[in-house]
């Protein structure tokens, strides 16, 4: 991966994780309605390391973020990560594994996302061009089929961010995410680089982890 491509994913921020970009220190905040024990327990996540908790507010309202310019409307939220909009409140970490970093969140929001759709945009954003100040990128989404979960709808979706005209021996940074999402409640699992987890199945062990202490 070059040095250009890691400079744009890190001006894209949320592309990578909810948290910041990779190696930035998410500040204690108050706790949310979420309570840590909702998460994953450190062990799940084969070979984790560095596990760095953070709070969802917290994290959305982190100052300095810039934004990219997308040239084709309507995909900027899908481009940038952004399954988690304003209002949001819960917990988070993000940890070190090999081939790259994983992170997950359970957070509780007054109008979840509405997968479906979420799915649909994705699909229709399937290879945009992002411009900033880091210089250009071009973004390649594929949705994928999302696990079947009980009573939730679900996303399962993978970005590619690479150079213009970048050869296919250079792959550039592959970025995967699944959500699963039912009543006000949402579990994100992301995770970028070649760590060759099973996310779907992390994000359903992440579900039915939280779903007792969030009552559900």
Known sequence: MTARIRALVVSAAAVATISGAPGESIQAAPAS???PAAL????TVPAASTRDGFDVASALSTPGRRESRVD???CEDVVHGRLVG??????????????????ELVARMTNPPDLAAWAAQAGRCSKVTVDDAAGTAVSTVTV??????PGAKTLSYEQLLTLPGQ???????????????????LVVLRDAGTTGLDLDALAVDAWR???GPLGR
């Open 72 to 74: 084709v409307g309507g």
């Open 209 to 211: 982890h939280a779903a």
């Open 33 to 35: 309605t979420v309570p």
């Open 86 to 103: 304003d209002g949001a409140a819960g917990q988070g970490f993000q940890s070190a594994v090999p081939g790259g970093q994983v992170s």
């Open 167 to 185: 050869p296919p021996e250079l792959p550039g940074l592959r970025l995967r995410t699944v959500a699963i999402a039912a009543d006000d409640v």
């Open 40 to 43: 994953l327990p450190p062990e």
């Open 144 to 149: 994928h089929p999302a696990p079947a979960v």
